[in-house]
């Protein structure tokens, strides 16, 4: 049993940055490969980010790629999005999840075990 908080979201300024963080708080992300995902009302979770087990390979989604970068510390059990060109469509809660599938990129919801209740970040123009 995996338990994951996000923290690190709120309002930021179109062209901003953000750092989002996750941490297990109850068991460890060790040997899990993280994602993150987000969501606006209405509209269906997405991939946005991926990074494997030991760190050595990560992916995005395109509508992130070059703007955000995601990175994994196994030591402090954490892992971040760093968030930079913040665009208004990038407004969403946005939720970290861990995955049990060794499968790299993983971007699809069923690949992933454990989720956390999100955080919301908005960006305004």
């Known amino acids: 049993q995996v338990q994951l908080v996000e923290s690190g979201g709120g309002l930021v300024q179109a062209g901003g940055s953000l750092r989002l963080s996750c941490v297990a708080s109850r068991g460890t992300i060790v040997n899990y490969g993280m994602g993150w995902f987000r969501q606006t009302p209405g509209k269906e979770r997405d991939f946005v980010a991926t990074i494997n087990w030991s760190g050595g390979a990560h992916f995005y989604a395109d509508s992130v790629k070059g703007r955000f970068t995601i990175a994994r510390d196994n030591t402090e059990n954490t892992v971040w999005l760093q968030m930079g060109g913040l665009k208004p469509e990038d407004s969403a809660v946005y939720y970290c999840?861990?995955?049990?599938?060794?499968?790299?990129?993983?971007?699809?919801?069923?690949?992933?075990?454990?989720w956390g209740r999100g955080t919301q970040v908005t960006v305004s123009s």
């Open positions: 999840a861990a995955s049990k599938d060794y499968s790299v990129p993983a971007k699809h919801l069923r690949q992933y075990d454990y």
